[in-house]
């Protein structure tokens, strides 16, 4: 909210074995998840450190965005997106 950038990697266990293709392009292994927690137990933690943020990326609003908003509602966590300027690299919007 300041302006200034932060830039965070957290992984998460899918729960689900990662498919040999997705691995193939990101690089991530089941092996490399096996230990970190499911996205339910940083749910809560993400969403106030997000909290008034605005958003960006590539396709964020055909992907990313859905992805986080089932994720959310699958952890019971509430994720507004209104409000927020989201700018997708694809299609720049105001939410």
Request: proline share 8%.
């Amino acid at each position: 909210p300041g302006g200034q950038f932060d830039h965070r990697t957290r992984r998460v266990n899918p729960g689900v074995p990662i498919p040999p293709e997705s691995t193939a392009i990101h690089g991530i292994t089941d092996d490399d998840v096996a230990d970190c927690p499911a996205f339910r137990a940083i749910a809560p933690g993400l969403a106030r450190y997000l909290d008034g943020c605005d958003l960006g990326g590539f396709n964020i609003l055909k992907f990313d965005l859905r992805l986080l908003a089932a994720e959310y509602n699958r952890a019971g966590v509430t994720f507004p997106v209104a409000g927020r300027k989201v700018i997708d690299d694809v299609t720049e919007s105001s939410t």
